[in-house]
Structure formats: structure tokens, C-alpha cells
């Protein structure tokens, strides 16, 4: 089983004042002293300098299906489990999801400790990657966040096909030299214009080092050829969204119900198929095999695919982090990962 359930500092309740002396019962879980296991385990975020945990906390739940003390109780438990990264977007709820995680950071004084990547472009205030929109947008992000600076500035192409590349480059350029931004991400963005934006690089533009991309064991087919080639060409840390499928790999819904009228369920639903079904108890197996939940052995599935540095996936309970962390301490056998595969064809 993987050893990432562990947190920094476990104590029990203080029992009530004896004159005698106290004992744990010899089955009781012995106490770990000193920061998580998790806490060592860092990868390199691409060429940004960066250095985070394999699994990026997601934001696009905190503030739709989950209140800000839940938001906060599970961005506690991510970090208490050894994670230092946490994405959201400016269209995340209207901008919620961003007041939630400012407020966290600031209650728990961790800016510093925490790698902050962002995706603009959704905003219905300041939609697209114009120039103007663009730099609003991400002052605006700033205040909500409460902080004077984005670790990764994710570019989301898919909410403007009309501001040439280039302008947008430009934009970034001067957010990356005021210091608004460290580093250059992007979402939606074709092998073509990946290509296209090394080539204005070598111009003085900023790079795009940072790829994200909806993909999972379901969703191969958006990470194509084409793309998975030109971003191992240009070094690129790949942060895939969607890892979970909407919650579908997670194993708790494999039925279509009366909820499948909701946004979440008619994303779940849109899986409860053969294929889903002979996926989810393909998972079933490996998790029953290595004594861990199937999300975990999603997650795990995503880490053993080349390319990929750190999945960003969103959690609805503090439960669920510890369930999807595990998925960083599994070692998936090639024959996990072709039964799997076969399962999904």
C-alpha cells in the first residue's frame, strides 16, 4: 500500500487526568514525529525553475460544488500530505475558486510555500488573450488571490481563435519582466502553434514551458501524436487536466441516476457505458491487487505515461486528497498498464 495516508504530526485526544500512567492499546497506529513523507518528493516543473509535488491540487470545484471551509479543510490536507502546488482559473466560479485559495494562503501565511499556477482567457469580464483583456485579467486574478504573483501563467487558447499569437506573447512578455508572472503555460493549444511560439521565442519572446491538456485513460486521443511530439521536442512539463474524468475514474458512480439532469451528471453519465464499465473493474483490479482506492491507480496511470510531470486533479473531500495521493507511491507493473490500456480501448 502506498505510504502517502501518513500525515506530518498524528496525536491522539488526551485522555481525562489519572494518577496513573497512560498506554497506548498494542493495535493502536504509532504516532510519526516530524514533516510528511510527501514533503521530500519533488519534481522539476519543466524549465520554470519550480519544483512541486507530482500532483497539482485543483481549484475548479471551490466555490461551485464545495464551500470555502471545505475548500480550505481540503487544501489543508493536500498540504499536511507533503503537496506545494495548486491551480485554478479566473472563470473557476466566477472568480470564487481564486477569493477561496487568497484566502487560504493569506490565513495560512504559505504564498511562499506554494507553486500558484492560473489559466486566464475565461473570464466573462475579461474573455480571451487580447492584449488589453489579458493584462486585466490577470491583475484581476491578482486581487482575488491576493498575492502580487502567478508562478504559471496558463494561456487558455481555447476562448480566443482571433488575437494572433504573437500579440499575446508580447503581452506576456511585459507581465513576465513587471514580475505579475514567473512563467508561461498553455491550454488548448495546437503542435502547430506550439511550434509557431518557440519560433517567436527565439524572437525574445517568452516560452511556453508548461503544457496542459485533457487527458486521462479514457481521453487519449486529446493528447494526440503530433502534440505529445513537439512538446518532448521543446523540454515541456506536461500538467494533464481532466484526470479524472469529471470523478468518473474515482469508481463511486457507475450508474445512471436522476442526478444525470446536472452539469456533474450528465459528465458522469457520459461515461456509464460498456467501455467505462470494463475500465472502472479494470481499475478495480490493479486497486484490489496493491490495496488502494481506484482513483489512486488513476492517477498512477497518468504518472507512467511519458511527458507527464504532475496531473492536476480537483478533489470534492479531504478523504478524496488522501485517495489520490496514494496514486504518487504506485509503481504500475507493464502488465497494469496494458490490462488497463486494453480495458479502455
Do not use: C
Not at 497512560?22 to 504516532?31: G, K, N, Q, V, W
Request: glycine share 10%; charged share 20%.
Amino acid at each position: 500500500m502506498a505510504f502517502f495516508g501518513i500525515g506530518s504530526t498524528l496525536s491522539s485526544a488526551s485522555p481525562e487526568a489519572t494518577d496513573e500512567p497512560t498506554s497506548l492499546h498494542p493495535s493502536a497506529p504509532i504516532p510519526v514525529q516530524g514533516p510528511p513523507v510527501g514533503r521530500n518528493l519533488r519534481v522539476a516543473l519543466g524549465e520554470t525553475g519550480a519544483t512541486i509535488f507530482p500532483l497539482i491540487l485543483g481549484g475548479a470545484e471551490f466555490g461551485w460544488n464545495v464551500d470555502l471551509e471545505s475548500s480550505h479543510e481540503i487544501l489543508d490536507a493536500y498540504v499536511e500530505l507533503g503537496g506545494n502546488a495548486v491551480h485554478t482559473a479566473d472563470s473557476f466560479s466566477a472568480g470564487r475558486s481564486e477569493h477561496i485559495i487568497g484566502q487560504w494562503l493569506r490565513s495560512r501565511g504559505l504564498r511562499d510555500e506554494i507553486v500558484l499556477t492560473v489559466r486566464i482567457g475565461g473570464h466573462p469580464d475579461n474573455p480571451g488573450l487580447g492584449p488589453v483583456n489579458l493584462v486585466r485579467a490577470v491583475e484581476a486574478s491578482l486581487t482575488r488571490l491576493g498575492t502580487d504573483r502567478l508562478d504559471v501563467l496558463y494561456l487558455d487558447a481555447t476562448t480566443d481563435s482571433a488575437t494572433a499569437l504573437e500579440d499575446t506573447l508580447a503581452t506576456a512578455e511585459w507581465l513576465v519582466e513587471s514580475g505579475k508572472v514567473a512563467a508561461i503555460g498553455a491550454v488548448g493549444t495546437t503542435a502547430a502553434q506550439l511550434v509557431e511560439a518557440r519560433i517567436l521565442a527565439s524572437a525574445g519572446y517568452p516560452r511556453i514551458t508548461v503544457l496542459d491538456v485533457p487527458f486521462n485513460v479514457l481521453r487519449r486521443h486529446e493528447f494526440d501524436a503530433d502534440l505529445r511530439l513537439v512538446a518532448g521536442a521543446q523540454g515541456m512539463a506536461v500538467t494533464p487536466s481532466h484526470g479524472l474524468e469529471h470523478g468518473f475514474l474515482a469508481g463511486r458512480h457507475r450508474t445512471r441516476t436522476r442526478g444525470s439532469l446536472s452539469v456533474r451528471g450528465a459528465q458522469l453519465a457520459a461515461n456509464v457505458n460498456r467501455r467505462g464499465s470494463r475500465t472502472l473493474r479494470a481499475l478495480d483490479v490493479v486497486g484490489t491487487e496493491l490495496g488502494v482506492p481506484d482513483a489512486a491507480v488513476a492517477v498512477a496511470w497518468l504518472l507512467a505515461q511519458k511527458l507527464v510531470t504532475a496531473p492536476i486533479i480537483n478533489a470534492y473531500a479531504p478523504q478524496h486528497v488522501q485517495e489520490l495521493v496514494q496514486g504518487v507511491g504506485i509503481p504500475l507493473s507493464r502488465a497494469h498498464l496494458s490490462d488497463i490500456a486494453r480495458a479502455a480501448e
